[in-house]
């Protein structure tokens, strides 16, 4: 698992609460990344992150912000959780100007 | 802008029946693919790479895949499939932004049942 944490695994949370999602790596990897997942919908990236206090947005972003103030932690935050955010989310790692993307284990998150 | 197209969302088989898993992707310039397995309730897992070279990628679990630049393709095959490649697959093209790494674009997904 490239030494990825995510936590919680599962979280359920009522419409226009806050909510953060963390990452953790052990390996201090440069780039870091969070997708989300739905039914028919594959994987498509919200954020990332090239460096620390270095991010970027992908093609989902609205609704969510992230930071970085360690190089070991990318944490994802909706500012106000609705409905359609209930989704599985998926942080990733990228080995140092390799391709390759390694995945964690993904939190679950159900928005009531 | 890089797309992925997996032309099939679900496949069902015969466990030791072949299969493939089609997957076509839309670039203007030279692409990196990817194809990753996961099993249900986990991460994605990279199952083999195309970066250069070889244009047949071999992979984990006797899965291959052949790069076809004049076709855009770059469909995963296994000769002999068991009940434990049930699993859903996703194809992955890398597209370059700033900072000097690569992000991924995926697929959809094809989902493998392998029935006894």
């Known amino acids: 698992d490239a030494g990825i944490t995510q936590s919680p695994r599962h979280k359920v949370t009522e419409t226009g609460t806050p909510v953060t999602l963390r990452c953790h790596q052990t390996?201090?990897?440069?780039?870091m990344y969070w997708y989300r997942q739905d039914p028919g919908h594959g994987l498509r990236l919200i954020h990332y992150?090239?460096?620390?206090?270095?991010?970027d947005k992908g093609e989902v972003s609205d609704g969510y912000s992230v930071s970085r103030s360690k190089t070991e932690d990318f944490l994802l935050t909706l500012e106000s959780a609705t409905s359609s955010q209930t989704s599985v989310y998926f942080c990733?790692?990228?080995?140092?100007?390799?391709?390759?993307?390694?995945f964690g284990a993904g939190t679950r998150l159900s928005v009531l | 802008a890089q797309s992925v197209t997996q032309l099939d969302s679900q496949v069902p088989v015969f466990e030791e029946a072949p299969v493939e898993l089609r997957c076509n992707y839309s670039?203007?310039?030279?692409?990196?693919l990817f194809w990753y397995v996961q099993y249900p309730n986990q991460g994605l897992q990279l199952l083999l790479k195309?970066?250069?070279?070889?244009?047949l990628v071999k992979g984990i679990n006797g899965f291959e895949a052949e790069f076809n630049k004049s076709q855009t393709s770059f469909h995963l095959r296994k000769p002999s499939v068991h009940i434990s490649d049930t699993a859903e697959y996703f194809c992955?093209?890398?597209?370059?932004?700033?900072?000097?790494?690569?992000?991924?674009?995926f697929g959809k997904g094809t989902k493998l049942t392998v029935n006894p």
């Open positions: 992150s090239y460096g620390v206090k270095d991010t």
């Open positions: 990733a790692i990228s080995v140092d100007r390799s391709d390759i993307q390694y």
């Open positions: 670039s203007s310039v030279s692409v990196y």
């Open positions: 195309y970066l250069s070279g070889s244009t």
């Open positions: 992955a093209v890398s597209t370059s932004f700033r900072g000097g790494s690569e992000k991924l674009v």
């Open positions: 390996e201090n990897h440069r780039y």
